[in-house]
């Protein structure tokens, strides 16, 4: 069972440059998120989805598309990426937002 | 404005001892809350949860306590195990929301 599968685990982007990180899991949850995590930060949300179609935004949004075409996959797209944008993000999903979220082991994002 | 806080950044117990955890929240329409236990390069995992109709909730070793007047929880971990050792997050979230509001999370180190 692989749970939630984050690729790429590591990534240096330069300033400008776009890129999708991918994100599956085989548990068959409808709630999907996204979160970054920053230094000295908790985790903030960025996008999330409730099903397949169904997406909306969190805290922290900005530089940031998603698009929920199956229940498996839910891809984060950095537009133009900035060094804003380096963190740690993490994909997790769930059956509901009254059961634990299961987390991916994360992708290091460098942009440079 | 932080909504979920979790003021001590460290905390260190000993191999048998008990380990508390504090976490504040100022959101009063937050009613569900829950702790995640991250490692180092990993995701966080879920620990344990409370919804507000409770006021605690126990999963062996770990306990959650919930003071709604207060706008507190704690997470009570007995007796703590230096595999414990990690950096603990709260996170709430109204209704059950797929928002997750997270602190900024609490590094426990269990000393044998």
């Known amino acids: 069972n692989a749970g939630v599968t984050q690729t790429p685990k590591f990534q240096v982007l330069k300033t400008g440059q776009s890129m999708t990180l991918q994100c599956a899991q085989d548990?068959?949850?409808?709630?999907m998120s996204w979160y970054r995590q920053d230094p000295g930060m908790g985790l903030r949300l960025i996008h999330y989805?409730?099903?397949?179609?169904?997406?909306d935004q969190g805290e922290v949004p900005n530089g940031y598309n998603v698009s929920r075409s199956t229940t498996e996959d839910f891809p984060l797209r950095l537009l133009s990426a900035a060094p804003s944008q380096t963190s740690v993000y993490f994909c997790?999903?769930?059956?509901?937002?009254?059961?634990?979220?299961?987390f991916g082991s994360g992708t290091r994002l460098t942009v440079v | 404005d932080q909504q979920v806080k979790q003021n001590s950044p460290s905390l260190s117990v000993q191999e048998g001892r008990i380990s508390i955890l504090n976490c504040d929240y100022t959101?009063?329409?937050?009613?569900?809350f829950l702790w995640y236990k991250k490692y180092p390069a990993e995701g966080p995992t879920f620990l344990i949860s409370?919804?507000?109709?409770?006021d605690k909730n126990e999963d062996g070793r770990f306990t959650v306590f919930l003071n709604k007047s207060a706008k507190h929880l704690s997470l009570h971990i007995v007796p703590s195990q230096p595999g414990d050792s990690a950096v603990y997050f709260c996170?709430?979230?109204?209704?059950?929301?797929?928002?997750?509001?997270f602190g900024k999370g609490t590094k426990l180190t269990v000393n044998p």
């Open positions: 997790a999903s769930s059956y509901s937002g009254y059961y634990g979220y299961t």
């Open positions: 989805s409730v099903g397949a179609g169904i997406t």
């Open positions: 959101n009063s329409m937050f009613d569900y």
């Open positions: 996170a709430a979230s109204e209704g059950g929301s797929e928002k997750l509001v």
């Open positions: 548990m068959n949850h409808e709630y």
């Open positions: 409370i919804s507000s109709i409770k």
